[in-house]
């Protein structure tokens, strides 16, 4: 009787980038992933977001 050997094959893991800056997930520290659409986006790019918010809520009159 042989011995089966079976090599060791991960699952290959899906590689999540982010949608607008097109970094992988090991490229940043944060990536967060849309349920609906399963895009995703960086930390980076949330940053990026959030201070044209901030500028544009600073424009704006009160
Ligand atoms: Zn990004």
Excluded: H, Y
């Excluded at 090599?7 to 970094?23: A, I, V």
């Excluded at 520290?29 to 977001?49: H, R």
């Amino acid at each position: 009787m042989t011995a089966k050997i079976i090599p060791f094959n991960p699952p290959k893991r899906l590689e999540r980038k982010c949608s607008f800056c097109q970094k992988d997930e090991s490229k940043v520290k944060l990536l967060w992933e849309s349920e609906s659409t399963g895009k995703c986006v960086c930390n980076e790019c949330i940053v990026k977001c959030k201070t044209l918010i901030d500028e544009d809520t600073e424009t704006k009159p009160t």
